[in-house]
């Protein structure tokens, strides 16, 4: 008897991203037929710090982080974005530079369109423009909530944010990350993440193992974090779905 193959169910890539799923039909059409289906390698530099973008980004299970850069030095984490979002939203209204270095930290797939296709296409749509403004916000908001709970947490609930946010944006509970690579997000020294972590593992709410972390207990990890990954998450709907507006 032949074998059964195995069935996988089919996604459609063009709706994997939310923001390019917010547009309608025909415009998401018109944009993607512009774009292309890309793989991003863990470590990818999409852009650098006060350097012009070459193409928009819009990740469907990849993540990218957003690096601040001082002197040329690569300090900490500003945002992270994955399929709920877009890297170079602002070029759509005239801004071409990357405010930070933009590194893949998780692999995967993402639409990739010239930066200048981009710039006609919101030009030629209100939608569009609408759309990267209110990411603009709610990134913005993110990234303003970032700042203070680096002041008013402590580093456990600041890794339990990340490691929350992370498995969010990759919509996976394994993340391939290093100690050094989440060290580098949170700004701070490799051994406090390693201590952080390791307490995470003894209470079994994440495995570690060769630059894996695998999230056991999603609720257990949000109970372990601070409010500000919730805060996000609501300011994010809030804004995409127009009530802010």
């Known amino acids: 008897m032949d074998a059964i193959p ?3 169910p089919h996604i459609d890539q063009s709706l994997a991203n939310r923001l390019l799923a917010r547009l309608r039909p025909a415009e998401r059409s018109r944009l993607l037929s512009r ?11 999409l852009g650098r710090a006060g350097e012009r973008l070459s193409h ?22 500003a945002s992270q974005l994955g399929f709920e979002g877009m890297l170079g939203a602002s070029a759509g209204s005239g ?16 639409w990739r369109i010239r930066l200048n296709v981009w710039r006609g296409q919101c030009l030629a749509s209100q939608s569009l423009r609408v759309i990267a403004a209110r990411y603009q916000y709610a990134q913005l908001s993110q990234m303003g909530t970032m700042v203070a709970c680096v ?3 402590s580093l456990a609930q600041r890794l339990a944010r990340l490691l929350m946010a992370s498995t969010t944006q990759l919509r996976s509970p394994d993340i ?6 989440l060290a580098q997000l949170l700004g701070v020294r490799r051994a406090g993440v390693t201590v952080a972590a390791g307490l995470l593992q003894e209470r079994g709410v994440i495995q570690y193992a060769r ?15 601070c409010g500000c990954f919730l805060q996000d998450r609501r300011i994010y709907e809030r804004v995409m779905s127009g009530s802010l507006a």
């Not at 982080?65 to 984490?77: A, M, P, Q, V, Y």
């Not at 391939?176 to 690579?181: C, D, K, L, R, V």
């Open 6 to 8: 195995f069935w996988k």
């Open 35 to 45: 774009a292309e289906w890309v793989e991003l390698d863990r470590q990818q530099i």
């Open 56 to 77: 928009v980004y819009f990740p469907t299970n990849s993540m990218v982080s957003l690096l601040s850069n001082l002197n040329g030095t690569r300090n900490c984490g």
């Open 95 to 110: 801004v071409s530079a990357s405010a930070f270095d933009a590194v893949v930290s998780g692999a995967g797939q993402a």
């Open 151 to 153: 002041h008013c947490h």
């Open 176 to 181: 391939e990350m290093t100690h050094a690579g």
């Open 211 to 225: 630059g894996h972390i695998l999230v056991l207990d999603s609720p257990a990890l949000l109970a372990q974090s």
